[in-house]
């Protein structure tokens, strides 16, 4: 186990050193910023076969990707270059077609499109021609009445996202998170990692099972069907998928996000203004999702407190997920933002156990919340 933690998260550092002693994890990061400090930076196990999980070594955050993609779209919200409550197709006017006119940039962020995935059957090799993908997101018709609950995007996401951005911006998304995000940070996080970063990229393990889906589960997150062992080829590792295949590791997550629980203000310098952070709390659907199964409270770009799916209390809090278990909380009221990577993964697409127990520690060792 290396790094550092603060006295009163000893609990935390313990647990992950158990569960790395036991096998219950191969390798992972936690990191808890509090208050603009690092109270917790710590790591430990093998990111491959006898190679260690180092300071640097990164991983694929999966659909914690989600939250930095929801930063690049309120940070252009803030600037006045995107309105979020306008359609989608002030900014892409093809997105229009097949009845969908009306589908608000809000929609979108928090998962109550109607699009959730592809009407045409997909190969990865159809993912990293994003700009395509998305042309034919836009030509479909919704698989349900946009705004009416959610569809979580699972993969699609990042595709609508992506090209709402390259229409405002001229850039890609992952190169506006790059420029004007984490290279001002100093996070090593990325989407459309370069070709330096592949040796540090850690090896996933694959889940024991795969989860039980309904009718939009399979239509939404098995096309295409892909294999754990593409995550570390250059063609994955290079694309910018911003609905799964941000690479980083707990420390660059929990930086980035910070920029949320600190009230878009890091360092002196202010990312996004309070006003634009307050409307990540704006719900969107509170009401079962058709593709995850569970009643989950989507804001804008990030779920909502759900205690029955991550032991976190009420107030001004966020979070996602990643498949398998990676997760970021972003806690307003106590000024401290949480997150955990791994490569050990769990079958549980949110929820997973192991990921609810870190959280649950974290709250047990940190701080009261602020008046």
Same mark, same amino acid.
């Given at each position: 186990?290396?790094?550092?933690?603060?006295?009163?998260?000893?609990?935390?550092?313990?647990?992950?050193?158990?569960?790395? #002693?036991? &096998?219950?994890?191969?390798? +992972?990061?936690?990191?808890?910023?509090?208050? =603009? %400090?690092? *109270?917790?930076?710590?790591? /430990?196990?093998?990111?491959?076969?006898?190679?260690?999980?180092?300071?640097?070594?990164?991983?694929?955050?999966?659909?914690?990707?989600?939250?930095?993609?929801?930063?690049?779209?309120?940070?252009?919200?803030?600037?006045?270059?995107?309105?979020?409550?306008?359609?989608?197709?002030?900014?892409?006017?093809?997105?229009?077609?097949?009845?969908?006119?009306?589908?608000?940039?809000?929609?979108?962020?928090?998962?109550?499109?109607?699009?959730?995935?592809?009407?045409?059957?997909?190969?990865?090799?159809?993912?990293?021609?994003?700009?395509?993908?998305?042309?034919?997101?836009?030509?479909?018709?919704?698989?349900?009445?946009? #705004?009416? &609950?959610?569809?979580?995007? +699972?993969?699609?996401?990042?595709?609508?996202? =992506? %090209?709402? *951005?390259?229409?405002?911006? /001229?850039?890609?998304?992952?190169?506006?998170?790059?420029?004007?995000?984490?290279?001002?940070?100093?996070?090593?996080?990325?989407?459309?990692?370069?070709?330096?970063?592949?040796?540090?990229?850690?090896?996933?393990?694959?889940?024991?099972?795969?989860?039980?889906?309904?009718?939009?589960?399979?239509?939404?997150?098995?096309?295409?069907?892909?294999?754990?062992?593409?995550?570390?080829?250059?063609?994955?590792?290079?694309?910018?998928?911003?609905?799964?295949?941000?690479?980083?590791?707990?420390?660059?997550?929990?930086?980035?996000?910070?920029?949320?629980?600190?009230?878009?203000?890091?360092?002196?310098?202010?990312?996004?203004?309070?006003?634009?952070?307050?409307?990540?709390?704006?719900?969107?659907?509170?009401?079962?999702?058709? *593709?995850?199964?569970?009643?989950?409270?989507?804001?804008?770009?990030?779920?909502?407190?759900?205690?029955?799916?991550?032991?976190?209390?009420?107030?001004?809090?966020?979070?996602?997920?990643?498949?398998?278990?990676?997760?970021?909380?972003?806690?307003?009221?106590?000024?401290?933002?949480?997150?955990?990577?791994?490569?050990?993964?769990?079958?549980?697409?949110?929820?997973?156990?192991?990921?609810?127990?870190?959280?649950?520690?974290?709250?047990?060792?940190?701080?009261?919340?602020?008046?």
């Amino acid at each position: 186990m290396n790094g550092h933690c603060a006295p009163r998260f000893a609990p935390l550092r313990d647990l992950l050193e158990r569960r790395l #002693g036991e &096998g219950e994890e191969r390798g +992972a990061s936690i990191c808890v910023v509090q208050d =603009g %400090e690092t *109270v917790v930076d710590i790591w /430990g196990g093998e990111a491959r076969e006898g190679v260690p999980w180092e300071s640097d070594t990164l991983v694929n955050t999966f659909s914690v990707t989600k939250t930095m993609l929801a930063l690049v779209v309120l940070g252009l919200a803030d600037a006045g270059e995107l309105d979020l409550d306008a359609p989608v197709a002030r900014y892409w006017p093809e997105f229009a077609a097949e009845g969908k006119a009306e589908v608000l940039v809000r929609h979108v962020l928090g998962h109550t499109s109607g699009l959730p995935g592809w009407d045409e059957k997909m190969t990865v090799a159809d993912l990293y021609d994003t700009r395509r993908a998305a042309a034919l997101l836009a030509a479909q018709r919704p698989w349900f009445e946009p #705004g009416d &609950g959610s569809g979580y995007q +699972a993969i699609s996401h990042g595709h609508l996202l =992506g %090209e709402l *951005v390259e229409r405002v911006t /001229g850039r890609s998304a992952g190169t506006v998170l790059r420029t004007e995000y984490a290279e001002p940070l100093s996070a090593d996080y990325w989407l459309g990692a370069p070709e330096s970063a592949d040796e540090r990229v850690a090896i996933l393990k694959s889940p024991p099972h795969a989860p039980d889906l309904g009718e939009f589960g399979q239509r939404a997150l098995l096309n295409p069907l892909f294999s754990m062992k593409l995550t570390t080829t250059r063609e994955f590792l290079g694309a910018e998928l911003g609905g799964f295949n941000g690479q980083g590791n707990a420390r660059s997550v929990a930086r980035l996000q910070s920029l949320v629980s600190h009230g878009g203000t890091i360092d002196g310098r202010t990312y996004l203004s309070p006003e634009t952070v307050e409307r990540i709390f704006e719900v969107q659907s509170d009401s079962p999702d058709r *593709v995850l199964g569970h009643r989950i409270p989507f804001g804008m770009g990030y779920a909502l407190p759900t205690p029955d799916l991550m032991p976190t209390p009420s107030g001004r809090i966020c979070w996602w997920v990643g498949h398998g278990g990676a997760v970021v909380v972003n806690d307003l009221d106590r000024r401290m933002t949480m997150a955990y990577t791994m490569n050990k993964m769990a079958a549980e697409l949110v929820g997973a156990a192991k990921t609810r127990e870190y959280v649950r520690t974290t709250y047990e060792c940190v701080s009261p919340a602020r008046a």
